[in-house]
């Protein structure tokens, strides 16, 4: 994937560099850095390989649509290899891509959001981040789950049902959870890739995982099989029944 990502990102780009390069310096330094010293584009596709299957994670854990990730991955890529001359090392080119491709993504499913929706998720993260909101909600979950069988914990309806909790939870704390929960990443690599400070991430990510949390203990307590949906809220918003 990533030579194609490369070949189609920096086809007009590199057959214009092509045709000024003598032999020369590289006009890129951290290429003519990586490479020996040598003009070539080998270690911009190295770079793109390093990151690109985190980076479509990342993508694909908003979005659920390929078509749609491969375009944001192609547009990143795109604009790396336009700026490539603006990072030093290889962790700020990862940085640099991950942040860009979670915005892309968080961005394009926003969009797609009703007003009515987004006003609720305002509401919803502010009681998220209230520890007495999850302490009376609590009631309603199998409080043993986590001693359950292997087979029931890893089972493929429950991942079924975490998926669609991660995906119902306020566009804020799915991304902190997404980012540092699922691909575990460090708060300090989430802050950056979020641009956010990182106690907002601690607190983003404690939030959504008393929501995951409280998901899984809801799905034991209605019994193995039945799987609420999403984190036991029903249509009109309600997080105290399924």
Known sequence: MAATFVKRATRPERQRKDALSTGGDSPYPVLSLVAGGEWNFTSFEEWVGGCEDKAFRFAMHFLH?????????????????ETIQAFASRARFNAWVYRTTVKAAVERL???????????????????????????????????????????????????????????????????FVVCGIEEMS????????????????????????????????????????????????????????
């Open 110 to 176: 926003g969009s797609t959001r009703s007003r009515g929706r987004v006003s609720h998720e305002h509401t919803l993260l502010f009681l998220f981040a209230t520890r007495e909101f999850w302490s009376r909600v609590a009631v309603d979950e199998d409080p043993a789950w986590s001693l359950r069988p292997p087979h029931q914990l890893g089972s493929a309806d429950l991942l079924r049902h975490l998926r669609k909790t991660v995906d119902t939870l306020p566009l804020e704390l799915r991304a902190a």
């Open 65 to 81: 649509d390929e078509p749609a990730v491969q375009e944001i991955l192609q547009e990143t890529f795109l604009a790396a290899w």
């Open 187 to 242: 708060l300090e690599e989430g802050a950056d890739i979020l641009d956010l400070p990182v106690r907002t991430v601690r607190v983003q990510l404690e939030a959504a995982t008393m929501a995951v949390r409280h998901a899984i203990g809801r799905y034991f307590a209605l019994g193995v099989g039945r799987g609420a949906r999403g984190f036991a809220r029903d249509d009109s918003g309600s997080l105290a029944r399924n």
